[in-house]
């Protein structure tokens, strides 16, 4: 299976650069997070016209996930357990949920495309809600492989955060002035991570971002954010044979300001015939 998350930024403004880039680069199952537009605003018949089908969660202009898949897509679902809402202006505990999460299982390995939030300052509610969605996130994490561990898991997508000092080669974000690279939630991120998962792309590309602003020159001169990652269980990890980031997607006619990061499983594992004979 060949994996990919993107955030495309409007799937119907580039639809046509997405399928090509499925259909180019072989991809066989595409999470795609921030396609802006509901369900039935979706453009389906491009994806099934190159032998996709789609599952998609969207309530309006903002937002949104996505599922593109050559095979069959099962189990769907719109949130995950303990998944908290936003509204402005909204204290309670039953905000509505955005559309920021799907989860289906595909060839037997579970996937969520996520959009985690952005938080946008560190003094606006939306930051209190991203570190209480990232808390949500951990304890289904916790809880989906303490009852299975051997559950192929991956959650994938924008998660809004670039963990290590190396991943911000943005002049404008700074720790302890702006978001995503704030303390609370790159220990958000490793909780994640010690939840029983882990970056499965960066062992095999230790380097690259995948987020360059449209504004001020910031892919021309490279200053960047590593903040969409793979993030899989041990059993995913372990199939994994190849990762990449798909630079080259940030350039052209209207691109998006994210490009794919891209999986490579063994899913069947080693072929009988290459096992050593014994006598």
């Given at each position: ?226 903040i969409d990652f ?13 990762a990449s980031i798909?630079?080259?997607?940030r350039k052209g ?27």
């Amino acid at each position: 299976m060949r994996l990919a998350t993107w955030n495309v930024n409007s799937i119907r403004a580039r639809v046509v650069r997405t399928v090509e880039f499925c259909v180019r680069e072989n991809i066989d199952v595409l999470a795609m997070q921030e396609i802006k537009c509901k369900p039935e605003q979706f453009p389906y018949a491009e994806f099934e016209a190159a032998g996709y089908q789609v599952v998609a969660h969207g309530h309006n202009q903002w937002n949104g996930v996505a599922i593109a898949s050559r095979e069959p897509i099962e189990d769907v679902s719109f949130a995950f357990d303990g998944m908290p809402g936003f509204q402005k202006g909204y204290d309670g505990p039953d905000a509505p949920q955005e559309a920021r999460a799907l989860g289906a299982t595909i060839d037997g390995v579970r996937v969520w495309s996520l959009y985690v939030p952005n938080g946008r300052g560190l003094d606006d509610p939306h930051y209190r809600y991203k570190l209480e969605w990232l808390a949500a996130l951990q304890g289904y994490t916790r809880g989906a492989l303490g009852a299975d561990p051997d559950l192929p898991l991956a959650l994938v997508g924008d998660f809004n955060i670039a963990p290590l000092d190396a991943d911000n080669g943005d002049p404008t974000v700074v720790e302890g002035v702006t978001t995503h690279v704030s303390p609370p939630e790159r220990e958000a991120f490793q909780a994640l991570l010690d939840a029983g998962l882990s970056d499965v792309v960066r062992p095999l590309v230790p380097t690259g971002y995948t987020y360059w602003d449209y504004k001020q020159l910031r892919f021309p001169r490279n200053e960047g954010l590593r903040i969409d990652f793979v993030l899989g269980s041990h059993a995913f990890a372990d199939a994994v044979a190849g990762a990449s980031i798909a630079r080259d997607e940030r350039k052209g006619e209207i691109p998006s300001d994210h490009v794919p990061v891209v999986v490579d499983l063994d899913l069947e594992g080693p072929d009988d015939d290459d096992r050593p004979m014994i006598f």
